[in-house]
């Protein structure tokens, strides 16, 4: 899977095509953030990177995360998951969503029903731009110039591998992220729109 | 793996090979005890017996090793401190019989998931919890029957007279029937449950035999081998009684010892979220934390604190420049942060 967010132009397709997914029937587990929307239009699509160690199946306390043998991390097993949140707030892509009244979490598990029979995710078969694309790497990246798959980032001081492949400038072998400037007073006052649960992954 | 965690582990698993031994060798003299030194013992039930007692040691064992996870050991920590701390006694009373009911008995967070899932996995939950009820302490012999006059049997609890029942009354007959329709309810769950594993897209592509398929298997084949048993003693004249009782016995044996893994295992695992609850329940009286980004109250500090104990615990290390951890942020400005730092790279080498 690679996600080039450049060419994402916040249509929401994915959103939407994201809910047909067999194994989180009616909810759509990929989130298309605005950046900053009193400076840009710029859009952020997130789906589960699919960690080489990942975070939320280490912090699960009911073992209820796990990783297919083609490295696809699950949505959390039904009859175990707790409701306990320690995925959800422990994810540093700020991924896995959960339902109180389900006692349940899920996040993207690059629709497992799919992609087991050949198929591509929702999201890579209706996104317009490319933005997100499903395929094997030979055949991927040859086509797309200018910019180079990347799978580390670097949240502070932790370094993540991931399978899924973000495009970055030619030049760059990973992203960081740290600590930005304070969120400009307009994107503060919209940011208080975005709705509570929106904030803490609640579907 | 490195020396060190390599003898962590076998000390873990020591340690927990020694509370499962104890908990085995109580429950043998429960059963030394309950059936007054052996004497409503029933000698031909011995196999079960055995099988009891190694399979409860191994779910022992297995819920051992479970707690040693740092976030499950948190939990259990926090749980048991918060249930303890005597000023809150009756919310915390409250909060747990309303978990327990809620959660445990009612299921209502399954019938959110679907309907029918309801029903299939309250007529297998009853249906095992009922059969265990009755089948245990008969095993054990903490309860057995005593002829009185000419049809009443009156039943023995640890060797004290209880209520007699008529054998031939209706309530007699449901009591001696009692597996049959509890084998009933299972069969019934099982096959909706098969059904749905067959149709459902969803379903098919998650599965796995072993993990999905051999338990309702086996539970079908457990409840229609006890079902034969009683044809055969009531309309075939015992014909193969004693085949089908040796076939019964194995899967029983085959079923409790498959209880400390895979699916079954979250029958003793899910009580846990009584703990979760009871925690989530208080974290909301206690002060939230901000998101150091949007400020928005997304979580209990204390929880938030605990988290990241457990995240540090595991060997990552999210600290920032700043001093804060990424946890610190709600999970919508770490996705927002993330694409923040993506548009910084691609506004320097000149795109957008
Ligand atoms: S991106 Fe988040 S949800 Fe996906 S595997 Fe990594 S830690 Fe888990
Ligand atoms: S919410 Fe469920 S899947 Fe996530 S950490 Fe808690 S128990 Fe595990």
Known sequence: MFIDPRRCIGCRACVSACRECGTHKGHSMIFVDYLDRGHTTATMPTICMHCVEPTCALVCPADAIKVSEDGVVMTAMEPRCLDCRNCVNACPFGVPKYNTAMHLQMKCDLCFDRTAEGLKPMCASVCPTGALTYGRYEEI?????????????????????????LMLPIEEDDLCVDETAEPSFRESWLDAQVENADKRNEF | MKDEEWSSLATARVRALIIAAAASAALTALIYLGSRRLEHYDAALFGYTVASVIAFGAIIFRYAIWLRRPATRRYWLRGWQLFLDRKNLGRNLRSIVGTAFGNLVAQRFI????????????????GCIISA????????????FELEGARAYRAYLFGFPTVAVDGRSIVGWVIFHALDFTAIMVIAGCAIAIHRRLRDRGAIAMQQFALDFAPHLLLIAVSVSGLMLTVSSLWLGGYMYSFIALAHQALVIMTLFY?????????????????VELYQNRGREMAQARCA????????????????????ELGFDYRLKSGRTLQDYCPRCKRVMRGLAYAALAQRSGHD
């Open chain 2, 133 to 144: 009820a009755i089948t245990f302490p008969l095993v054990f012999g903490w309860i057995h």
């Open chain 1, 141 to 165: 990246v040859p086509r797309r110039r200018g910019v180079r798959p990347v799978n580390v980032h670097v949240f502070g001081r932790q370094r993540v591998a991931t399978r899924v492949y």
């Open chain 2, 293 to 312: 980004r949007c400020g928005a109250e997304f979580v209990a500090q204390a929880w938030l604190d605990d988290l990241k104990g457990v995240v540090r």
């Open chain 2, 111 to 126: 019938l959110r998931r679907s309907r029918t899932r309801w029903l299939m996995h309250a007529l297998i939950m009853w």
């Open chain 2, 259 to 275: 209880l400390p893994f895979g699916k079954f295992f979250h029958i003793v695992q899910r009580p846990a979220s009584i703990g």
